[in-house]
């Protein structure tokens, strides 16, 4: 009764509703209310629409720096592998007996190379690069997949532009139905 | 991927006691134990040490420990981890029986360590598409209204091994990211009531409180009634790998979206498209093609004993025993073959059958002493067959990884050794 009282309550008032008090007589009244602005170092997720990406820029050649410096002790000089992934190559492969699955072959989003870097790279210090230094190396990536021109420039406008080669390479899961 | 040597395989365990099958040889202990039961019977009748002088005092280990005999019943890695702490390890199923896995044994899987996390700081925020964004603290959480189920939980890259025909490995290496566990939480629609959900909410974040800040969409509507917030396991507060203090519980999926360390829950409109569902977890098909935000971990079974590790040094009776699962609904039946599928009868159900939870069965077997193929096929509640390998891999081809549910052959050679080939 409570949940389905409390969710009518929801779909009937929608977002217009975000300044009643959260004392609600129907709720437990358990969970303190807190800003967008206090969690801002939380929210750090990024959409494929470029939502929550934050200012700055970088461009290929800081990207190239970036990736020597922080990058390539895990995934090779030119991103080739090493103990950390493959993220550059494979184009093509996908339905061969031996695909590569890399950046440019697999990522569907360019948004996830950002989103993914902020969150966890370097994996020795997850979150210690800058906005311009993770645009760049994502610039730098996408370039040495041949993505992007080596003059590109990412930013916030212009990195969920990107068109990855793959697209349009995820289906749905057909189950239950089929194996 | 370099496999390590499956250590399990060094501290094989002997089914049926040695030949002359001594009456007092225990079965299921290593061979060196059973080696000396079997040639001090009178010795063994007489009263041992053990008995003749009082044991160790209360509270000699404050939180107990299994018997010091039980050294070998651990996880282990089936592989070299790239990093210390991005890799998993395998819960060591040849060695357990129920359908419970003790907290300590229960699998991991990390992608960047186990956080020491202090609770007191830990905060769960709910957040997004809602009427009211909160903080909940961890004893926010123990307040609400609780409920506590026994679920599996399974590694969607569990039993990938198998994917290109028998691997080889013991079942440690080729099931052993599987658990099943009694957790206890909160349920998502109850902190989602305190927070009210706005209409346009499809999806939620899930993101954990680790150095991965590991994150994962799901469906919000499909998993609102289903999933819990938990902060327990098996009756005591989750174990740190197991995402101390508070992970997702979501009966049935994979087990990547169990989100761990669980600090954040954020209502968006539609998938983000993180790492872990584009780059990771999805099922390339022959096609070039791959499967996206594949959930439901579908209907399984293996025989746990014997498997490979284990030698019958006695021909006569056994009782097979294994494990079944779906990750749609209960087990409603488990076949057995000893012919390699060419014939199959029913197994026993020897446990509670809950929904979304291993389920323990066994089968009678004599062996005659010739060689065997032990299989073991379940079906749920929705009235799905666990398939063939060879039927998974006509839909799926071979280029797929995650999500392996094939029918798993263990092979009895004559002279008793049981090989996974």
Same mark, same amino acid.
């Given at each position: 009764?409570?949940?389905?009282?409390?969710?009518?309550?929801?779909?009937?008032?929608?977002?217009?509703?975000?300044?009643?008090?959260?004392?609600?007589?129907?709720?437990?009244?358990?969970?303190?209310?807190?800003?967008?602005?206090?969690?801002?170092?939380?929210?750090?997720?990024?959409?494929?629409?470029?939502?929550?990406?934050?200012?700055?820029?970088?461009?290929?050649?800081?990207? $190239?720096?970036?990736?020597?410096?922080?990058?390539?002790?895990?995934?090779?000089?030119?991103?080739?592998?090493?103990?950390?992934?493959?993220?550059?190559?494979?184009?093509?492969?996908?339905?061969?007996?031996?695909?590569?699955?890399?950046?440019?072959?697999?990522?569907?989003?360019?948004?996830?190379?950002?989103?993914?870097?902020?969150?966890?790279?370097?994996?020795?210090?997850?979150?210690?690069?800058?906005?311009?230094?993770?645009?760049?190396?994502?610039?730098?990536?996408?370039?040495?997949?041949?993505?992007?021109?080596?003059?590109?420039?990412?930013?916030? $406008?212009?990195?969920? $532009?990107? $068109?990855?080669?793959?697209?349009?390479?995820?289906?749905?899961?057909?189950?239950?139905?089929?194996? | 991927?370099?496999?390590?040597?499956?250590?399990?395989?060094?501290?094989?365990?002997?089914?049926?006691?040695?030949?002359?099958?001594?009456?007092?040889?225990?079965?299921?202990?290593?061979?060196?134990?059973?080696?000396?039961?079997?040639?001090?019977?009178?010795?063994?009748?007489?009263?041992?040490?053990?008995?003749?002088?009082?044991?160790?005092?209360?509270?000699?280990?404050?939180?107990?420990?299994?018997?010091?005999?039980?050294?070998?019943?651990?996880?282990?890695?089936?592989?070299?981890?790239?990093?210390?702490?991005?890799?998993?390890?395998?819960?060591?199923?040849?060695?357990?029986?129920?359908?419970?896995?003790?907290?300590?044994?229960?699998?991991?899987?990390?992608?960047?360590?186990?956080?020491?996390?202090?609770?007191?700081?830990?905060?769960?925020?709910?957040?997004?598409?809602?009427?009211?964004?909160?903080?909940?603290?961890?004893?926010?959480?123990?307040?609400?209204?609780?409920?506590?189920?026994?679920?599996?939980?399974?590694?969607?890259?569990?039993?990938?091994?198998?994917?290109?025909?028998?691997?080889?490995?013991?079942?440690?290496?080729?099931?052993?990211?599987?658990?099943?566990?009694?957790?206890?939480?909160?349920? #998502?629609?109850?902190?989602?009531?305190?927070?009210?959900?706005?209409?346009?909410?499809?999806?939620?974040?899930?993101?954990?409180?680790?150095?991965?800040?590991?994150?994962?969409?799901?469906?919000?509507?499909?998993?609102?009634?289903?999933?819990?917030?938990?902060?327990?396991?098996?009756?005591?507060?989750?174990?740190?790998?197991?995402?101390?203090?508070?992970?997702?519980?979501?009966?049935?999926?994979?087990?990547?979206?169990?989100?761990?360390?669980?600090?954040?829950?954020?209502?968006?409109?539609?998938?983000?498209?993180?790492?872990?569902?584009?780059?990771?977890?999805?099922? #390339?098909?022959?096609?070039?093609?791959?499967?996206?935000?594949?959930?439901?971990?579908?209907?399984?079974?293996?025989?746990?004993?014997?498997?490979?590790?284990?030698?019958?040094?006695?021909?006569?009776?056994?009782?097979?025993?294994?494990?079944?699962?779906?990750?749609?609904?209960?087990?409603?039946?488990?076949?057995?073959?000893?012919?390699?599928?060419?014939?199959?009868?029913?197994?026993?159900?020897?446990?509670?059958?809950?929904?979304?939870?291993?389920?323990?069965?066994?089968?009678?077997?004599?062996?005659?002493?010739?060689?065997?193929?032990?299989?073991?096929?379940?079906?749920?509640?929705?009235?799905?067959?666990?398939?063939?390998?060879?039927?998974?891999?006509?839909?799926?081809?071979?280029?797929?990884?995650?999500?392996?549910?094939?029918?798993?052959?263990?092979?009895?050679?004559?002279?008793?050794?049981?090989?996974?080939?």
């Amino acid at each position: 009764m409570l949940e389905r009282s409390v969710r009518a309550w929801a779909l009937a008032v929608g977002v217009g509703a975000c300044c009643v008090a959260h004392a609600d007589a129907t709720g437990y009244g358990i969970g303190t209310p807190v800003t967008g602005s206090a969690l801002a170092a939380w929210n750090i997720d990024v959409a494929p629409d470029g939502h929550g990406l934050p200012a700055g820029s970088g461009d290929v050649a800081h990207g $190239k720096a970036v990736f020597a410096a922080k990058c390539a002790m895990c995934h090779g000089a030119a991103g080739q592998g090493g103990i950390g992934d493959r993220l550059v190559g494979g184009r093509g492969t996908l339905a061969s007996d031996k695909p590569v699955k890399t950046v440019g072959s697999y990522w569907p989003y360019a948004t996830t190379l950002f989103d993914y870097i902020r969150r966890a790279m370097p994996y020795n210090a997850p979150q210690s690069l800058s906005a311009d230094d993770i645009y760049a190396v994502s610039a730098y990536l996408l370039y040495l997949n041949g993505v992007v021109p080596e003059s590109t420039r990412l930013d916030a $406008k212009t990195l969920p $532009k990107v $068109k990855m080669p793959n697209r349009h390479g995820f289906v749905r899961d057909p189950r239950p139905g089929t194996l | 991927m370099k496999r390590l040597l499956p250590a399990s395989a060094q501290r094989r365990r002997v089914l049926g006691g040695l030949a002359g099958g001594a009456l007092l040889a225990p079965v299921l202990k290593p061979a060196v134990a059973s080696a000396a039961a079997a040639d001090a019977s009178p010795a063994l009748l007489a009263p041992a040490p053990w008995t003749l002088t009082p044991g160790d005092p209360l509270v000699a280990s404050p939180y107990g420990m299994p018997s010091p005999a039980e050294h070998n019943v651990i996880r282990r890695l089936a592989r070299k981890p790239a990093m210390p702490g991005s890799g998993s390890s395998d819960t060591p199923l040849q060695d357990l029986v129920g359908s419970i896995t003790p907290n300590g044994l229960v699998y991991e899987r990390h992608h960047a360590g186990v956080p020491k996390i202090d609770p007191d700081r830990h905060r769960l925020a709910v957040h997004g598409l809602v009427r009211q964004p909160l903080l909940f603290t961890v004893d926010d959480l123990v307040r609400l209204p609780s409920e506590s189920r026994v679920h599996f939980l399974e590694c969607s890259g569990n039993t990938s091994s198998e994917w290109h025909g028998p691997s080889g490995h013991p079942l440690q290496f080729t099931h052993g990211l599987l658990s099943c566990c009694e957790w206890t939480g909160v349920r #998502l629609s109850t902190l989602l009531d305190e927070t009210g959900i706005d209409p346009s909410a499809q999806w939620v974040l899930a993101e954990g409180a680790d150095a991965a800040a590991l994150t994962r969409s799901l469906p919000l509507h499909r998993i609102l009634e289903r999933a819990l917030v938990v902060y327990a396991q098996n009756g005591e507060r989750l174990r740190p790998e197991n995402g101390y203090p508070l992970r997702l519980f979501i009966p049935g999926f994979e087990g990547n979206t169990h989100v761990k360390w669980l600090r954040r829950l954020k209502l968006i409109p539609a998938p983000e498209m993180t790492r872990e569902e584009t780059s990771k977890y999805t099922d #390339l098909l022959a096609d070039g093609r791959a499967r996206q935000f594949v959930f439901e971990m579908d209907a399984k079974s293996v025989i746990t004993r014997p498997s490979p590790g284990y030698r019958l040094t006695t021909h006569g009776y056994y009782a097979i025993s294994g494990l079944a699962w779906s990750g749609r609904g209960r087990i409603t039946r488990v076949d057995v073959s000893t012919d390699g599928g060419h014939t199959w009868r029913e197994a026993r159900i020897t446990g509670p059958v809950h929904d979304r939870a291993l389920t323990r069965f066994e089968a009678d077997w004599r062996w005659d002493g010739g060689p065997a193929r032990l299989q073991s096929r379940a079906v749920d509640e929705t009235g799905y067959v666990q398939p063939t390998r060879e039927a998974l891999v006509a839909v799926r081809g071979l280029n797929s990884y995650y999500h392996y549910n094939g029918i798993q052959s263990w092979r009895v050679d004559a002279d008793g050794e049981v090989r996974n080939a």
